[in-house]
């Protein structure tokens, strides 16, 4: 159960309830966006995830975008979003079990990783395999989306953000990261 009340559209008003109406327009409701609505300009922030992951998409496009994401989840052991990327994963074709990776995605599930595991150790050879594939313009567009990424790991794992009904089926893939294990 959710640290925080998740809340339902009766229980807003104002600004909160501007928002949450427009997500009841758009059939978008999530758990993660009813505890957000606790505060319309945390919302508000937070939802500029959507324009990061738009512009991902841009330059890598989806396949790689989801590939990228759920890497930076599962890493993170963010249990609802690693769940919404395996449910994307799906519905892409792909089995997240049992992924093969292009020269581009390794690199950006490495990224992925090392971004979450210590961002200030990023490796000098990565971030120069990086540099063959992607400019410098691109390069700020999939690390900033990686900072999202982590803000809404962070943000659905401190507050323990139930899981979407939708998402109830595969429950039982997700699998947290053991690296933090031995982390004192």
């Known amino acids: 159960m959710a640290r925080i ?17 427009e997500l009841v327009g758009r059939n978008a409701v999530t758990n ?53 990327f395996i449910s994307d994963l799906k519905a892409l074709g792909l089995d997240p079990s049992n992924l093969e990776f292009t020269e581009k995605e390794n690199l950006l599930v ?7 595991k210590d961002p200030t150790a990023v490796s000098d050879e990565l971030f120069a395999q990086l540099k063959e594939q992607w400019s410098d313009k691109e390069l700020v567009v999939i690390v900033g989306f990686a ?21 109830v089926g595969i429950k039982d893939e997700f699998k ?3 690296w933090r294990k031995d982390i004192k």
């Open 5 to 21: 009340k998740l809340l339902e559209l009766e229980e807003t008003t104002g600004a909160e309830r501007e928002r949450y109406e």
């Open 32 to 84: 993660m966006k009813r505890g957000l609505l606790q505060d319309a300009a945390t919302y508000d922030a937070f939802m500029a995830w959507y324009t990061s992951w738009n512009r991902l998409v841009e330059v890598i496009g989806e396949k790689d975008a989801t590939i990228y994401a759920h890497s930076i989840s599962t890493t993170n052991s963010c249990m609802l979003c690693s769940l919404f």
């Open 110 to 116: 490495q990224l992925g990783q090392q971004f979450v």
């Open 147 to 167: 900072s999202q990424m982590v803000a809404t790991n962070n943000f659905n794992s401190v507050f323990q953000i139930d899981i979407d009904q939708r998402l």
């Open 176 to 178: 947290p990261a053991t």
